[in-house]
């Protein structure tokens, strides 16, 4: 009973979090699409976004949780960093990026699903269902914030491309390097004490 109720559980995460990422696919690619641009073009802007693929980090997690128990996808370690990922989407939202923009009608839907909904219920399986501790050692959110270093690299090769940065605390032009790799820095350094956190949870 309780292994099934893990299981809705998790489903329920991963449709919430795919019901978002399709929302805001579809919201982008009309914007795109209606200002002269292409589907392609939409697509790469979509996943430059750290809160795009830490949502589709959760969608696939909690949907290998789901349908998939025991595989690696749904491993603690995996669940462990995509819920910290996804964590940190939301409070970054609320503490840095809400009040410089005003989303209206589908876009106020997407934006609160994507920032709001989907951490709090990814937060909210993991402490009604969390992992063995034993199954995630001391060590394991630094190698979490393995993703979001990925993920700077990323899109610092992607601005230095396409001279464009998803987020404004990591805009190399407007800031320069140095205080890009300092924001980063702490940025990362939060993902581990979250990851921490998490980890104290576990059973």
Sequence with gaps: MTTM??????????????TALILQAWLLLRTTLDAGGSVGGAFVVF???????????????AGADAFRPGSRLSSPSFRGCATTAIVLVGLGYH????????????????????????PLAALSYWLLSPPMRAALPASAPLWWAAYPVAYLVYVLIRGELLDSYPYPFIDVSELGYPRVLLNAAGLSLAFVVMGALLRLRAR
């Design 5 to 18: 109720r893990t299981r809705y559980g998790a489903a329920a995460v991963s449709i919430l979090a795919w």
């Design 95 to 118: 503490l840095l990026l809400r009040e410089i923009w005003d989303p209206q009608g589908w876009q106020w839907l997407a934006d609160n699903l994507l920032h709001y909904a989907v």
């Design 47 to 61: 996943f430059g976004y750290f809160t795009i693929l830490s949502n589709l980090f959760v969608a696939l997690t």
